[in-house]
């Protein structure tokens, strides 16, 4: 979508109070005007020799009128004010409303923490909308008011007018082209330095081996090259606006006093009139001195608006229509000839794979790397779609499934990832109905409800996203008490269980797949004694000749 068509879309909802900006602009635009209306007057009078008295009453009346200004000025500034921060507060709610339902194919081709930088962008939007609605309204609406003046002195004046008028059309227009790309590909070559080096600071180890500081640095001299010349290529469009502006500031200026000299020669204008027409004109092209920082944040504003744009567009999870009513142990599974591909990958992940999981049973799943194991996990957690066949949860179609529904019933465990928030806040992630009691049941179970209550603050303790204070296993843990909390119908473990140590296992292992237990249970593992525990083992193949997986 065009960047001005996305502004127009964000600044939708803030319709009424940018029309009442537009309005306190017109009011202050036309009382600052006041003045060289009442200098034409002083003029006229002190040229006359007429009484004092008239002298103070313009005063006094100036007085008022730019009185009147500064006080719909300041009202002005609230308005905007009150833009700015709605406009803050709509982009951050859209985004918290799509960061968890974002289909994670997008998230295959870009980094997800890298493109939520662009939620930065925000600021821009609000800097920049600010100055454009308080100074650029104004200084518009200065142009155009003083502009009509002047023509309403002299007929020459009017053509002056349109001299200046398209003289402004062509700066905008012409020398405006290629500004708005500029300044995009400019925000785009400042985020990709910023991505990187968030990317050297995710990754602490690689880039303490000995050539990780060289490779940190080529990469930002290489990256910092970029900015630099979309920053030199954008600041090159600014200045020949600039630069046109000021000579037409020099030219207007002079051209304003030849004509209107010469019409005062000729007795066809006032020297009232020519005092007030030069002060209108100052007014109109000193604001083309301010036109590099209006149009500088203009440009700023559609690059920061396509930025946000792109995070706003990230597409959306499909979902389904039907809530599955809430039923009591296991859940039935049914994996049904299903095949899956990875976008722009040559080669399948998953063909024909058909399998079945009866409520309750504990079945391990086997196979070497790249067999398409984590991958399955992914459908039956609705993360990814099958693109043949289907899966089924108690006999419905996952794909009808109300995703929020299918999860509350499902749990997935695989990797660890730790929110920043307490123990108690990563057990239960949002689920208001998980007690504390169940929280401390569920990492009881785990083994880790004894090196929690020794943490200074036990359950309540603030976890980093590495997982501190807790150790890198006993953060996985805390993944699957987070799973088995909310007493799913099925739980998949991706190799959650593969790196406990055997006192551990000895304790979680009944509990996950014991009889008590009310779940179905999937454990992909490449531990054999895991595999054995269950109460069948699944090999998932990938033949070398044959580009695919089979069960
Ligand atoms: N996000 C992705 N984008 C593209 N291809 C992927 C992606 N994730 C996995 N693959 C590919 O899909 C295939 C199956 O990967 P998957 O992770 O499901 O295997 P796995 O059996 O879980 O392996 P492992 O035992 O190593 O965990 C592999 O060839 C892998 O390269």
Redesign the pocket.
């Known amino acids: 979508m065009p960047p001005f068509r996305r502004l127009l879309g964000l600044l939708r909802p803030e319709r009424g109070e940018l029309w009442l900006v537009l309005l306190f602009a017109v009011c202050v635009g036309a009382l600052t005007l006041a003045t060289p209306v009442v200098a034409m007057a002083v003029v006229n009078t002190v040229a006359l020799g007429t009484l004092i008295q008239q002298l103070v009453v313009l005063c006094v009346a100036l007085f008022v009128a730019l009185s009147l200004a500064a006080g719909l000025l300041i009202l002005q500034t609230v308005v905007v004010e009150f833009i700015q921060r709605r406009v803050f507060v709509r982009v951050a709610a859209d985004l918290s409303y799509r960061l968890p339902r974002v289909d ?2 997008a ?2 081709r870009q980094n997800g923490p890298e493109l939520v930088n662009r939620f930065f962008d925000v600021l821009t939007v609000q800097k920049a909308s600010a100055t454009l609605l308080l100074d650029g309204i104004t200084l518009a609406l200065q142009v155009f008011i003083g502009l009509l003046l002047l023509g309403f002195y002299h007929s020459y004046l009017l053509g002056f007018d349109l001299i200046l008028i398209g003289a402004l059309a062509f700066l905008f227009l012409a020398l405006g082209r290629g500004a708005v790309r500029s300044a995009v590909r400019e925000s785009v070559a400042k985020y990709q330095v910023a991505g990187w080096m968030e990317e050297v600071a995710r990754h602490p180890i690689a880039f303490k081996t000995a050539g990780g500081p060289a490779l940190a640095a080529a990469r930002t001299d290489e990256l910092t090259r970029e900015y630099l010349d979309a920053r030199a290529a954008h600041f090159r469009v600014l200045m020949r606006q600039i630069g046109f502006a000021l000579l037409l500031q020099a030219v207007a200026n002079v051209a304003l006093l030849a004509v209107g000299g010469a019409l005062v020669i000729r007795g066809e204008l006032t020297l009232g009139e020519l005092v007030a027409a030069e002060i209108v004109v100052a007014l109109v092209v000193a604001t083309f001195t301010k036109l590099g920082k209006q149009l500088e944040a203009y440009y700023d504003l559609l690059a920061a608006v396509d930025k946000l744009g792109h995070l706003l567009d990230l597409p959306l999870e499909a979902d389904g229509a039907e809530a599955q009513r809430p039923a009591g142990g296991g859940a039935a599974v049914a994996v049904r000839d299903v095949s899956f ?5 040559p ?4 063909v024909g794979l058909s399998l079945e999981l009866a409520p309750g049973e504990r079945v391990a799943l086997v ?12 459908l039956l957690y609705a993360l990814r779609m099958p693109d043949r066949g289907w899966i089924e949860f108690d006999g419905a179609d996952i794909r009808t499934l109300r995703r929020e529904s299918l999860r509350e019933q499902v749990a997935l465990v695989k990797g660890v990832e730790v929110i920043e928030a307490t123990v108690l806040e990563n057990v239960r992630v949002g689920r208001a109905h998980v007690t504390h009691a169940e929280a401390r049941a569920a990492l009881q179970t785990v083994g880790l409800l004894e090196p929690v209550l020794a943490l200074p603050k036990g359950l309540d303790t603030v976890m980093w996203s590495g997982g501190a204070p807790l150790s890198l296993g006993q953060a996985s843990r805390l993944m699957v008490a987070r799973a088995i909390v909310g007493r799913p119908r099925l739980i998949v473990l ?2 959650a269980l593969d790196h406990m140590d055997a006192d551990v296992r000895a304790t979680v292992l009944p509990a996950l797949l014991g009889p008590g237990a009310p779940w179905t249970l999937l454990v ?1 593992t ?1 531990s054999d004694e895991v595999a054995r525990s269950c109460d069948r083992v699944v090999r ?1 193949d ?1 033949s070398p000749e044959v580009p695919h ?1 089979n069960a």
């Open positions: 994670l194919r998230f295959d591909a990875y976008d722009q990958q080669r399948a992940a998953l196979g070497p790397n790249g067999a398409g194991k984590s991958t399955l996990a992914d991706d190799e992909i490449h998932l990938r997986g």
